[in-house]
């Protein structure tokens, strides 16, 4: 078939005898066949490859999209967990010293004249069940576990002493270390008889699979509780501190602290050692911050140095290296402007691992982006404007700031949106200007109220000592911080799923704010384009 | 009268031409802060690397076997990095030369002109998704996926790390690949199709050998991309510098290192600092080679319609 087919695609041998000689079959229909064929096969490759090639687009947007679809799985049931926390510090409620329930008073029994008295109510705390972890319960019985239900299900309904630490409020079930029937006549099960520390009384009760145990209200001593404090909180989900663990009483618990509880979401937590109570509050501020000095540092210096290049400069060595040098710029990886933000701002000019540091270093790390953004948009307006400007008289800057910035203006924000998000995702040069990971403070706010330190003052705790307002509009510059992409870093690098799911949410956060940037930079793009019409 | 007038105009032009003057020299020198920059970035590299380099010899940074410069008894063998940044980045282009380039082709030869405006800037969403956001891709869905099909393989490795770092860098090959190549003009297609050309026969043997520069650019940019990568090897691929060319090994890449260092406390001035000062100024040597390489290669492109 090849010996006298000629290349592919080519053909120029054939047509010409065709004018002339017209009875030559064979040969002619051979060679046709053998062109047809070659040009099918053409047409299949090409086919083919135009399949390939939207597969591996698709597919690479497919990566993305099970990626998108992987944070919104594993991280936005965490995005809108809640949890717990103690409403008067802000602080998650802690195992170790305090008892969760709900607060309630009641008329005091002629019985315990030693507790307040004199008409006085007495108060409660109805703790919150526990989930009890079943293997734990089998080493704590002393049963194999195929025994365990039944073994549970004979004591369900009788009182039960349980010894162990309790997990932090809204985690895992509960590992009990010993757990043992209480017959009445036991001296720990009476009123009042000393147990251990971390002992509890009250009844196990069947959940499904799970079991769960009930502690018994314990009736509170307060010691330095103000009664007008436990009024405040009757009726409500509340956290005592334990006074001391070696007081521990069936029935009776002495407090020093009464906390109401409140709700908190992921957004609105710090971060925290357990996964549940650990948000992304500080991080976000930071985040936000961090943005406000890089935007104050890359727009100003960015757009003036487009505008210069662009309007001003003019072709010499000097504009050359410049442009030279932005492009180079544009390409040095991320860590090295880490290295820099460490060497210069952090030691040089001391001004240490502060959220000014990171923006000034993520500001000169966006400002090749914007420079380049800003010629961008301001090479689009046409020779005509400017030259009508400077026909009426108009000086240079008069004709940049009148009419070439505010037509370039919606060009520069595209840019300056670009630049933004990849601030917002850029982690390695915090890092290595010295980001904090664990802050369980935000920045001081520019106002303050403080209270006054006078001698001897506020002593009771009441909180009505004097306060005055300190003004302090740039503290938070100089305060150290964390941002979201290292929030997230830091969670992906511990080895608990749970807190892998936190780094999902926190993903989901960031990849919500970048994309959505960027997409909104798409189109102000596109709009810019359909809409100018010189 | 006419000479108070002439007195006026020049007393107000002369405030006006001052003021210009002035706002021309400060956007001047806000043009020049790029310069600085540049000088800034060399100069603390170059400072801080040569207090290193005072107490570790350059023959030794390059011939040690090993990089460990935290240990007591430390080794400067960089090579044991650069090991791990090559491994990843061979790796990464792997997947983003061919898909990159594919795509790119498919853009700008066989998508409808709208489908192309729609599909460009999602594809170049891939390039904006933060990193770290990558790195939780590879170590927690990309390695348990590839250990499935690898018995053995360990939970950090530069495999996973080096794929999800070549889906990063597409965008950057795609998109200026299609650039280079919608700048051939139309006529040249259209001389390959009279010729009785498909799409495909154009595509290879006429669009992007004349788009080559671009294209090359492109690549070069993916390639000062993937060795400049951070996050997605720091979580990923591991914190052990190792010399090995296995990529479903672990090791640690020269940025890696850089983050490894930093997160941990380090006093100013003791040889850790300078170490990731002298890791930098290798990295950023190495990305200026294809920075400026890329450059002329645009600008050469440039040049050709």
Redesign the interface.
Known sequence: VAADTPI????PGQPKPAADARPRPPASRSSTNALLAI?RR??R??RL??F???F??F???G??G??IA??IHDGAPQLVHTHLVKEETGYPPSFLTDVVGKLVSRPALATAPAVGGGGEPEWVIEPEPLRLDRSSLAVALGVPPAELDARLAALSGQRVLLQGLPPDLGGAAMSPDKLAPLPPDAPEGKPGAKIHRNAMTGTLARNGDDWTFQPEPLVLVPEDVHAAHLRRAEGERVAVTKRSALRREVGRLTITNVSTLRERSFLMSMPASSWYQAGILAAAVGTLLVMVVTLLTAL???V??G???EE??RKNWL?A??E??????A??????????G???FV??LNLEHSILTAGLTLG?LV??IV?IATREAIRSVPRTIRDASFALGA???QTVRNHVLPYSMSGILTGSIVAL??A?????PL??I?AVVYIDFLPPPPFERVPVATVGADVAGTGAGETELRVQPFAWLRSPFTVL??Q??DW??RPEREF?RN??AA?LV??VM??GL??TA?YLR?RLRKRINW | MGALGQALLRRGSGVTYVKERVIEVALALAALSSVLITLGIVGILVYEASTFFRNVSLARFLTDREWTPLFDNPQYGILALVCGTFVTTVVALLVAVPVGTVSAIWLSEYAPARLREVIKPMLELLAAVPTVVYGYFALLLVTPLLQRLIPGLPAFNMLSAGLVMGLMIIPYISSLSEDAMRAVPMHMREGSYAMGATKMQTAFRVIFPSAISGITAAYVLGISRAVGETMVVAIAAGMQPQRTIDPTEPAATITAFIVQVSKGDLPYGSIGYQSIFAAGLTLFLLTLLFNIGGYWLRKRYREVY
């Not at chain 1, 030279?324 to 710029?329: E, T």
């Open positions: 592919p695609g080519g053909a040009i053409g047409k490759r090409d490859f135009g390939t090639g939207a591996l687009i597919a690479s947007l990566a993305l099970v990626l992987d944070l100003p210096l960015g003036a140095a505008v210069y290049l001003y400069g504009t290296i410049i030279v040098n932005i492009a180079n710029l390409g040095v990886p991320s860590i090295i402007w880490g290295l820099l460490l060497g210069v030691y040089l000169l400002l090749p420079i000086t240079k800057w998000s990849r917002i995702g850029e982690t390695a890092i290595v010295g992409p290292i997230m870093f992906t690098s892998h780094a999902a993903g960031l990849i970048t994309l960027n997409a798409i596109a």
